[in-house]
């Protein structure tokens, strides 16, 4: 289901191709979240007219509401929310982890307490794949425990020893039912966890390769560990992966960040960061961050960006201030559609440049003039 | 400015068409409305898409926020928010009228409280026409009093008054100024009152044309009265308004008024009315209104309605419904442009019918599917 198209020579950055049930997936490849069946303030048209190739999709949420009984009936989550290409969903592991005091972690699974009705409930690795079957993904998640940071050694070893339990009965459940998902069966990803302890990882990679999945995500990073360990965890775990099965970065990152993990071997990602943040008003440009509402937009006629899709390039900063300072929904719409581009674009042509042989000069050329300092 | 097409021989209904300084529009036409310079949830493609012609903009929301200052330095309303087809403003009588105990009527203007920080402003004939002619509107309306339902014929009487008083105002205001809409001038349309009054709704159209404008419009309608009411309010008004110069009922109505309005001999139409009700979970379809919010539609896999446009007819009642529960902004964008198709689609059904000689069967058919009691 994974080749390689092309490798940097400069470094450990690499273009490859997925072939899942749903399409062709070109790595490097950003993901958009769609948490609750729907990429937030977007049509499912304008993600295709974006050059979006797969979203995510979040079983937690899906499975509380409106139920993955639910959604099998009207056809799976493709059809259900009218998206046509490949889907990943994630495992519900990390949303019931969040859920902080309301949660507990028992070798059967997760406790937690529904955030929408408070009703006591059960997640187990039987489960999550049960659901994500029933979601009809193209790729599922293992279920894992995410240790927080910082965790001690002996907590993340115990707790790594728990995720490698999960992932043996995920791949029972697996082998017992052979999920399939439209044309093709369902992929399935394994997470190494282990902290920032390397040897912790290097355990995770090696049991996970040894189990035989399709693909292999690093968790446990973005999760308040300096941008330094997060890096590590990935240099830590991307010699014990096969080649030749993609590698995901969970919930990553900033531009520059998705750079350095390109350069360090990761071939997918996701964020809510290009969604989230433009609902605060933040766009993404070339030169930073841009925060629409400051009164510095207040009459300025141009583009968020010189690289602004047409979708949203007619619109000025002053117009789109005035939308967010009036509370209408078209500037949610707008910054989304933008940042979406934005990082769409940007993984797209950091793929291009490995192919053309030009990485490293793609990638220190964006980095230095998205972190020069701005103008005096 | 106006010419006619085809009258239908059995009402008083009537096909048009303005020539306005942006471009044509054919009449009975609908205008979408567009608060604070953006049609709530929707790109002004998408308004392009739906075949919208003119959209109307409110005077006294943009004056608050972002100001006519502003907007004329960005290049009036049209480039500001990238609208490049006809636009009408109001006045911001209505709005100011709205206010109730916040404002308090003069001869000079309205005295009121700013709704956003409480500070005390004045907005005169004179200032509405300065500030409609900053936005740069295709048609400006005149600034007038709207007398509440139910008033006293003494107080309609004094209300209409001033009302013409401060149409020549504005008249004389416009003289003086000629404003100028893109390529061509600015025109002008007169607003009927009277309230339930016959003589006063025939003097004050007959005042009106005296002092000759493009157009005139029927207010004081939709402000609690009765339907039969507001029907005889356009009964009483229409007959004194000239046969070839626009007619326009003001913030009016359901899909079986607009029809009831265009049999009246109305041409054009503004209501918030599709935004407004598809931000509450509530789509127009054929067989009349339909709550999504509704458990009936938790497993519905048809779409909301047999004529609905195909940017919504692929979803699904049953993924609408959960988009609701779960707050998804892409709920309240497919319903408003759901009732946006919904309502242009049935005005430019009007139009042609009347050009086919076939309104009253149309009129008909429509209503009587739309207010069929529900199936038991």
Chains 1, 2 share one sequence.
């Not at 997470?191 to 390397?198: K, P, R």
């Not at 973005?222 to 330094?228: A, L, Q």
């Not at 993404?284 to 979708?311: Q, V, W, Y």
């Amino acid at each position: 289901m994974f080749s390689l198209d092309a490798t940097d020579s400069m470094s450990s950055a690499r273009a490859g191709c997925m072939v899942l049930p749903h399409g062709m997936v070109e790595t490097p490849v950003f993901m958009p979240v769609g948490t609750q069946g729907s990429v937030k303030t977007l049509h499912p048209a304008e993600l295709e007219e974006l050059g979006a190739q797969i979203i995510l999709g979040n079983t937690y949420h899906l499975w509380l509401r409106p139920g993955h009984a639910l959604i099998r009936e009207m056809g799976g989550l493709h059809r259900f929310s009218s998206w046509r290409k490949p889907l990943l969903t994630d495992s519900g592991g990390f949303q019931v982890w969040s859920l902080g005091k309301l949660r507990k972690i028992r070798e059967e699974g997760v406790h937690f307490q529904n955030h929408l009705d408070g009703s006591k409930m059960l997640l187990t690795p039987e489960l999550s794949m049960e659901i994500q079957a029933a979601l009809g993904a193209d790729i599922a998640m293992l279920f894992d425990e995410c240790p927080p940071y910082p965790s001690t050694e002996a907590y993340a070893a115990a707790s790594l020893a728990l995720t490698t339990r999960w992932a043996r009965r995920c791949k029972d459940w697996i082998s017992a039912h052979d999920p399939r998902c439209g044309a093709g069966r369902q992929f399935h990803f394994g997470i190494v966890q282990g902290s920032v302890y390397a040897d912790l990882r290097e355990q995770s990679a090696r049991a996970l390769v040894d189990l035989d999945f399709d693909g292999y995500a690093i968790g446990g990073v973005s999760v308040g560990e300096p941008e330094s360990e997060m890096f590590r965890a990935i240099e830590n775990a991307v010699p014990f992966l096969p080649h030749d099965k993609p590698r995901y970065a969970m919930g990553l990152g900033t531009p520059p960040q998705l750079l350095e993990m390109i350069a360090r071997g990761v071939d997918l990602f996701d964020c809510v960061m290009p969604t989230r943040l433009a609902r605060h008003g933040v766009a993404f440009t070339l030169d930073g961050p841009l925060h629409i509402k400051n009164l510095a937009h207040a009459n300025d006629p141009r583009p968020l960006c010189e690289s602004a899709h047409p979708h949203v390039a007619g619109f000025s900063r002053a117009y789109l201030r005035h939308l967010f300072r009036a509370g209408e929904i078209l500037a949610l719409r707008l910054l989304s559609f933008h940042n979406l581009h934005f990082f769409l674009r940007l993984v797209a042509g950091a793929r291009e440049a490995i192919v053309a042989g030009t990485f490293s000069d793609y990638k220190d050329s964006f980095i230095r003039r998205y972190t020069r300092p701005p103008f005096p």
